[in-house]
């Protein structure tokens, strides 16, 4: 979701703690012939099918004398996947990383933006009044998980474990964080993310949505118990912000969404104020590749709906995302009678005045 940031980094210098991140125009080196990095082989098809995927392995999570998730403040490597790759690092000016078929989204921590985030969500929280519950989700990107061990140093990117653990110091707040780091890195050999996109897949959503359901003493469902779609083909974004390189089109990403258990259907309101009905997992499989990440909640919409037909108990939350929510959702749908889904960059009214309107317990 942070996409909006490349053309401003090209001569630009952002810092974290002692550590300066440069990104600047750098021409694109030999690649090697040959690569030993992990990654997972997935099947080419769209079509609506069973899923069957390992359950989550579970997970360990620092927790403060408030019950409060912290993120760890050392990065437990023994207990993480090893990657290794043979490949040369690629740097472009866009502010992407390359290394073989897989590209990542150069990350810088800027103090300022920091305290800015923290301070929103501190005032939504002192807003609610403890009459709905706020949790705080930072996740992590792809540049702070999945590059190789021995790569690290060469992609030129931020510490995305100590910029997480800076902005969650900064919370004055008693709002519920949702820690991601540690659960990420003990599945970073997995298809966790996209290679030519900046965004997570479903799966990587998934393992966050099982920590929400942790920390409210839910159990998830089980990842086999969904129907899927799936279409391959797909060409993200970070294809273009690497000038294109062959390397990413001759190894297109794979969608596999999760069609919610309850219901596929939602209705969405556009820019113009018009309300569309809509399906929740939408068939994709005749779009453009670079468009195939559309396949979830139909992209990015002011304001979303979902009825549970399965529940009336009055159970709602709201969804405060940018794109990267929209994988995330789906799985939401199955444990509330109504889900809201805001997209704080195009909705137009006050979010203190939804909840409030709406009667939403969890944000």
């Known amino acids: 979701g942070s996409r909006i940031y490349a053309s401003n980094r090209m001569s630009s210098t952002g810092?974290?703690?002692?550590?300066?991140?440069s990104?600047?125009?750098v021409s694109e080196k030999k690649e090697d012939k040959k690569e030993s990095t992990k990654s997972g082989q997935h099947n080419k098809k769209s079509s609506v099918q069973k899923a069957e995927a390992k359950e989550p392995q579970k997970t360990e999570t620092a927790v403060t004398s408030s019950g409060t998730p912290k993120e760890k403040t050392r990065e437990q490597t023994d207990t993480y996947p090893k990657l290794?790759?043979?490949?040369?690092?690629?740097?472009?000016?866009?502010?992407t990383a390359r290394i073989g078929d897989t590209a990542y989204e150069q990350y810088s921590y800027v103090e300022s933006i920091a305290k800015t985030y923290a301070s929103v969500v501190d005032k939504m929280n002192k807003n609610l009044n403890k009459k709905s519950k706020l949790y705080s989700c930072i996740v992590p990107t792809s540049a702070g998980i999945t590059v190789p061990d021995n790569k690290k140093t060469?992609?030129?990117?931020?510490?995305q474990q100590k910029a997480i653990q800076k902005i969650v110091k900064k919370y004055k707040g008693d709002q519920t964080v949702i820690s991601l780091y540690d659960t990420f890195m003990k599945h970073r050999d997995e298809y966790i993310y996209f290679r030519t996109d900046h965004h997570w897949t479903a799966l990587g959503a998934y393992y966050t949505y099982s920590q929400l359901m942790k920390e409210k003493g839910v159990t998830p469902t089980s990842l086999d118990k969904y129907d899927t779609m799936v279409f391959d083909n797909f060409i993200g974004t970070l294809y273009a912000a690497s000038n294109q390189t062959p390397s990413l089109a001759e190894n297109p990403d794979v969608i596999t969404a999760y069609i919610p258990l309850a219901t596929n259907k939602m209705t969405y309101t556009d820019l113009d104020g018009n309300v569309v009905d809509y399906d929740i997992i939408y068939d994709v499989s005749e779009w453009n590749s670079d468009s195939k990440y559309n396949c979830f909640i139909a992209g990015d919409q002011p304001f979303e709906e979902i009825h549970n037909p399965n529940m009336s108990d009055g159970s709602s939350c709201v969804v405060i995302k940018e794109s990267f929510g929209n994988a995330f959702v789906p799985f939401l749908v199955d444990h509330y009678e109504t889900v809201y889904?805001?997209?704080?960059?195009?909705?137009?009214e006050g979010l203190t005045a939804l909840v409030r309107d709406k009667g939403i317990k969890d944000v």
């Open 84 to 95: 290794h790759s043979n490949k040369k690092v690629h740097l472009y000016a866009s502010g």
């Open 154 to 159: 060469k992609i030129k990117s931020g510490n």
């Open 23 to 25: 990104v600047g125009n």
């Open 15 to 21: 810092t974290l703690g002692d550590e300066i991140i």
């Open 341 to 348: 889904v805001v997209d704080y960059r195009y909705y137009p």
